[in-house]
């Protein structure tokens, strides 16, 4: 099993199926808190991440121009100076979409204060999102297992025209 590539990730998934159950149940445990979160304090979070846009376009557009001013070679200091200005136009963008349609975000705010309300008082919900990944993995491997019989169908030969033969390469033929 570990002599080809293919054995060796499956040996891998299998040594470390602890891990990745850990990492699910983790995932679940950090939704549940961002949603307590989001119902507790949805106006804080809205505005951080406002404040976190502005410093991104100011300190990205800040440090291209500075870029830009220290470079000698001028292709990379007139892309410096083009990266600098599409910080600047976007985050003045960002600032006039803000400015025009802020009675929207106010509300928009309220929607995602009611939604995390309702998605932390019936947390049942989750396991509906839960079940649906499960049901489209399930379906996956069905398609991959169905797609391995077609294949399967024709003459299998392993590749020998290959610069290096590992016999791990297939070449199929399809016949009626």
Not at 22 to 35: F, K, P, Q, T, W
Not at 56 to 76: A, L, N, R, S
Not at 155 to 166: E, F, G, Q, R
């Amino acid at each position: 099993m570990g002599e080809g590539k293919s054995g060796k990730v499956i040996e891998d998934l299998s040594n470390s199926w602890l891990d990745i159950v850990i990492c699910l149940i983790l995932a679940m445990v950090y939704a549940l808190g961002y949603m307590q979160i989001m119902s507790t304090y949805p106006t804080a979070i809205a505005y951080t991440a406002i404040i976190f846009m502005q410093l991104i376009y100011v300190v990205g557009g800040g440090f291209c121009f500075f870029k830009g001013f220290q470079e000698t070679d001028p292709d990379v200091r007139n892309g410096m100076f083009i990266g600098g200005a599409t910080f600047v136009v976007v985050g003045l963008f960002f600032d006039l979409m803000l400015w025009c349609y802020w009675s929207s975000f106010k509300e928009a705010i309220a929607i995602v204060d009611a939604t995390a309300d309702f998605f932390v008082a019936t947390k049942r919900i989750i396991f509906v999102s839960i079940g649906s990944f499960f049901m489209q993995f399930v379906f996956t491997l069905g398609c991959i297992m169905v797609l391995l019989c077609i294949c399967s169908a024709g003459d299998i030969k392993p590749l020998t025209y290959t610069a290096d033969i590992t016999l791990q390469g297939k070449d199929f033929t399809f016949d009626k």
